[in-house]
């Protein structure tokens, strides 16, 4: 079955700066690639998807990128703010199993 | 207002007393999902049912029952709790498998 690892589990940047956290996937037929955000005691909120079709889509400061030959994907946040720091989890799906995998999520901390 | 509702919310317990968490949602998503959160191993499927009177095992199962009778509702059921299911528990919904989920607020529940 499908499995997703993400990496880094903890990310510290500096207030400004840029962050980036990568997922890879093992299952070529996965097409869906969600990042959701979940703030401290709070629900996952989706933030940013991207299906197989397209290689890199953008959402103000968010980003995210997909390499379907090295099957990974990836979350870039710039400029990062203090609002950014959260856990930051991927998760993959196919039309063919209707399950979302989820990575283990990254703690990303901005430091003023 | 599109929302994902669960009760209780917080809920302490003794081993052995059957419990159940309810969760709603008013979107008339077909695809509807429990996880549970523990620290450091990020978002784990429990159940998830693809519609009314499918359900299907996700990969934490054990000690854990679910139903579907109606489209909007899918209340988890925990027969005989232990403490190992102390937890932090969502309940999430969306149109298809491989779409956006919407989570609910999360009933934390300790198990004495």
């Known amino acids: 079955g499908e499995n997703v690892e993400q990496h880094p589990s903890t990310l510290s940047v500096q207030e400004g700066d840029s962050a980036v956290i990568k997922c890879t996937y093992s299952?070529?037929?996965?097409?869906?690639f969600p990042w959701y955000k979940q703030e401290l005691g709070k629900r996952p909120q989706l933030i940013i998807d991207i299906r197989s079709n397209v290689g890199e889509k953008k959402d103000q400061r968010i980003a995210v990128t997909l390499n379907k030959t090295a099957k990974h994907f990836s979350l870039h946040i710039t400029e990062t703010q203090p609002e950014d720091s959260a856990v930051y989890f991927c998760a993959a799906s196919s039309d063919s199993n209707y399950q979302l995998i989820w990575g283990a999520g990254t703690k990303l901390i901005i430091k003023p | 207002e599109a929302q994902v509702t669960q009760n209780p919310r917080y809920l302490i317990t003794v081993t052995g007393k059957k419990l159940t968490v309810t969760c709603s949602q008013n979107?008339?998503?077909?695809?509807m999902s429990w996880y549970r959160q523990d620290p450091g191993l990020g978002l784990r499927q429990i159940y998830y049912?693809?519609?009314?009177?499918?359900?299907d095992k996700g990969d934490v199962p054990e000690g854990y029952k679910v139903s579907r009778k109606e489209k909007r509702n899918f209340p988890l059921i925990l027969e005989s709790p232990s403490p190992n299911q102390t937890s932090l528990y969502f309940c999430?919904?969306?149109?298809?498998?491989?779409?956006?989920?919407?989570f609910g607020p999360g009933t934390r529940l300790l198990v004495l």
């Open positions: 999430a919904s969306s149109l298809r498998g491989e779409a956006t989920q919407y």
């Open positions: 979107m008339n998503h077909e695809y």
């Open positions: 299952d070529s037929a996965s097409n869906y």
């Open positions: 049912s693809m519609n009314v009177e499918v359900t």
